[in-house]
């Protein structure tokens, strides 16, 4: 019997939450940070090194593997986990996002998004029921409902409208991927940075039904005040024994105040895309390596941190390789920046267990207004 997806809370602190997924690929310890595997690849790490970390699931994403490799040849292969060597749960991103980012390459219409690929500018459609569909070729563990993310700032008019098509979308999602047990749906509320058109938006979701639901429509340029705004009222507008993911996000500071305020999922391209320019985040803040104060340093990156490149690798080392454009230096610096990301994780449900969140994030911005370690 396959084992059915389930969500259970295990303790509670203020807004924060803190509990388990369960699916048939494995556990999902919440709150957690999905690693972004893009195109079925963590770029610069080997899955095991992922797991290694601490990841319980990672991120794949319709638009691009639609394009390449295509979802049949993936399904051929065996299902994504199969196809890359990934055998823990994998959520899929629905490409909505994406086709929004086209802008002129597109054209929207009820029945769904007609765009020119940005590799070859070949014609696409996708719509909810091809969405549906590609994600189950690529057989991921959590789905989520195709929708239309308006860029901010936008009109209310123009987020309501947007955010009506994405309901109308979400209940054709709901009917397209029909029954398929050990596997979820999500659907994602969306209304921009307007109470009202949440609360219409969640309202909608909750009378489909959905496994899980997303805070959709936000890190998508309204800034971190605006962000917590939202975030103040929309978990609550949300089944509270369902997860809710918040999409895109983020900074270490955005991920903790988003857990604080009752998110138990997120995602983000930050971590990756750091280590691969340079960039390492520790408790004390970003690093830029690249930096000439780092040439002769012999200490690591973070004396306390116990990943592969900070117990082996030096800053003089890590700045030489970055300089030298070494693919060693974003190997290093990923691992590091995800080994980081899944110990503030490991860090936030111990303290909601432990009651005592608020000291946690004292000390974690305490920490950051530190600043990095002295130069030598």
Known sequence: MTTPFSFSLTATDGGARSGVIDT???????PAFMPVGTAATVKAMLPESVAATGADILLGNTYHLMLRP????????????RFMNWDRPILTDSGGFQVMSLAGLRKLTEKGVTFSSHVDGSKHFLSPETSMQIQALLGSDIVMAFDECPALPATDEAVAASMRLSMRWAQRSRDAFGDRPGHALFGIMQGGVTPDL????AEALTGIGFDGYAVGG??????QEAMFGVLDYAPGLLPVDKPRYLMGVGKPDDIVGAVQRGI????CVLPSRSGRTGQAWTPRGQVNIKNARHQDD???LDEDCTCPCCTGYSRAYLHHVFRAKEMISGMLLTWHNLHYYQQLM?????????????AFVAEFHATRAQGDIDPL
């Not at 949440?198 to 938006?201: D, G, V, Y």
């Not at 936000?218 to 800034?223: F, M, N, S």
């Not at 138990?264 to 995602?267: A, I, L, Q, T």
């Open 70 to 81: 295509g979802a049949e040849r993936v399904a051929r292969m065996g299902g994504l986990h």
């Open 24 to 30: 048939p690929r494995g556990q999902i310890r919440t």
């Open 264 to 267: 138990d999922m997120m995602d």
């Open 218 to 223: 936000l890190a998508v340029g309204e800034g």
């Open 298 to 300: 012999p200490r690591p």
């Open 198 to 201: 949440r609360a219409e938006s």
């Open 346 to 358: 490991a860090g936030l449900r111990d303290a909601i267990a432990a009651g005592r969140l608020d």
